[in-house]
């Protein structure tokens, strides 16, 4: 299946070139990937002034056989593609593109999904007017603490200082809140974790 991705702007990619192959004029700068344990994020970089027709991501289970995800028209200098079914455990991931009719492939990259319970609890739940929620075998550490209504839209949040204790935290909730189901979001540059909530 042909079909294009829409372009963001990607500030994090590295600036080397990671083409397998000898490209001339034609350079690739960058290519990562990122996980929430859910889906794993594959972000690439071309100049505009790249000569590339289409990319294909794929995928590999042990870094050896590879499978093909999708097919992204160029247009443009910043990708972004998801993989929304990762095997649980370690994933590989490469771009390979076609040029003048040659073919090139990235480097690989590997991105780590583990199923694991990433509840957060939360006491009382239906919540009246604060949002308390325990922060039960979390890691010490700096996290970010995001409550978004059912439609996404964010509409409290914090940052929290962890000490590695069992501790509660309470988000003050807007107090015009509407009745609903809401989310709790819970990161980390390496975790993440969440939990729906209702408010009466």
Known sequence: MLRFIGIIAISMLC???????????????????RSDNENVYLLWE????SNFEYFIAEKSNNGVRWETLDTILH??????????????????????????????????RRA??????????????PV???LSFQMTAL?????????YASNGVKIAGQVINHDGKDNYVTIALPAMISKGVYQLVLLTKNEFYKQNFLVQ
């Open 75 to 108: 247009n443009g200098d910043s990708y972004l593609y998801t993989d929304k079914s990762p095997s649980t455990g370690l994933n590989y991931y490469r771009i390979k593109a076609t040029a003048n009719g040659k073919i090139f492939y990235s480097i690989s």
């Open 139 to 147: 890691s010490k550490g700096r996290y970010q603490a995001v409550v």
């Open 112 to 125: 780590y999904v583990t199923k694991i319970d990433n509840s957060i609890p939360i006491y009382p739940n």
């Open 46 to 49: 071309v100049p505009d002034s």
């Open 15 to 33: 600036c080397s070139d990671v083409f397998s192959q000898d490209t001339g004029t034609i350079n690739f700068t960058g290519f990562v990937t």
């Open 128 to 130: 009246n007017k604060n």
